[in-house]
């Protein structure tokens, strides 16, 4: 089954030739099906190319999926017209009387800066304590994971000497857990943080289950025993481009960063990328959609309880 998605967004016509079934607003009234409830915090400065990236794994699924686009705050963007803003992003005051089956957090370009520096962190863990009550599961991605594990496990900014940047490999440490269905023993992820998240620390300081590590990148995919908290340390909705043109715009503000590891053919940034990530990552978020989510999800969403929710699979 298809994401449905508003009629305009600018993500169909993307979509749309890259053959990804996608569904308008209006057609979707005409099937008789309960789709699933899906609310994107898109919290990435270049809102658009975030949206279709995640929009693309979002579709690779059986069921029907029913997106609807949230921001932080009113405040004017540098990199998304605000006239798409207005169109197709909602505030929270308009979603936080309702439920929804899933959220997704996505990552945003604050590293290095501190919880409490952060312009809208107050309001940021307004809605992340919102989720608890009235979010099925919520997937948590790279700087939002970061958030996510201060907010439920009050652990302080850990931040790393250098920018992890790059495609790493990662070993399958839960392989029968739900979201590991399917993978292969090694796979390959991209990364593009500051933060540290070693598989040591968590077991520490968490109850998480560790689902995937990395020997250079650390814990990649962990999730609270209910599945209702599923983090995300790296970026599977990355396209083969993105590393590129962060890393050419690092150059560009003169900041001398490495070269992306294990990312251009010979590490060599002349030469044209390869995503070599893009079936994991269709693959985390199908899992997620059917295991954390459509599972667990009661049919009326009116009837949401977080007493209906077990730490058992």
Not at 11 to 22: G, K, N, P, T, V
Not at 131 to 141: G, I, Q
Not at 159 to 167: A, D, H, I, Q, Y
Not at 248 to 267: H, S
């Amino acid at each position: 089954m298809p994401i449905k998605i508003p009629d305009q967004l600018p993500a169909s016509d993307i979509l749309s030739q890259e053959r990804i079934f996608i569904m308008s607003e209006s057609r979707a009234t005409t099937q008789m099906i309960r789709p699933l409830k899906v609310l994107i915090l898109n919290l990435m400065p270049k809102k658009i190319e975030t949206e279709t990236q995640f929009l693309r794994l979002l579709s690779n699924s059986p069921l029907q999926v029913d997106i609807e686009l949230l921001r932080i705050d009113d405040r004017p963007s540098k990199n998304t017209p605000e006239e798409h803003l207005n169109n197709f992003y909602r505030q929270f005051d308009m979603v936080k009387n309702r439920n929804f089956d899933g959220l997704i957090i996505t990552g945003a370009p604050l590293g290095l800066v501190q919880f409490e520096d952060v312009a809208y962190w107050d309001h940021l863990q307004t809605i992340m304590e919102w989720a608890k009550d009235h979010v099925t599961s919520t997937l948590y991605v790279c700087w939002a994971a970061q958030a996510g594990l201060k907010l439920l496990y009050n652990l302080p900014k850990r931040t790393r000497k250098e920018k992890l940047s790059g495609v790493y490999y990662h070993k399958v440490m839960s392989e029968f857990h739900p979201v590991m269905r399917g993978f292969d023993d090694s796979f390959l992820a991209p990364h593009s943080r500051y933060a540290d998240f070693t598989a040591e620390y968590l077991n520490q300081h968490t109850d998480l289950d560790i689902l995937a590590v990395s020997d250079d990148a650390g814990v990649y995919l962990a999730s609270t025993k209910d599945k209702r908290n599923v983090f995300v340390t790296g970026h599977p909705e990355y396209d083969a481009h993105t590393l590129h043109n962060e890393y050419v715009r690092d150059l560009a503000e003169g900041m001398d960063p490495t070269i992306p590891v294990n990312y251009y053919p010979n590490d060599n940034p002349d030469n044209p990328p390869i995503a070599s990530w893009r079936s994991h990552g269709h693959l985390l978020f199908a899992n997620w959609l059917n295991y954390c989510v459509y599972q667990q999800t009661p049919y009326d969403l009116e009837h949401f309880s977080v007493d209906n929710f077990t730490k058992d699979d």
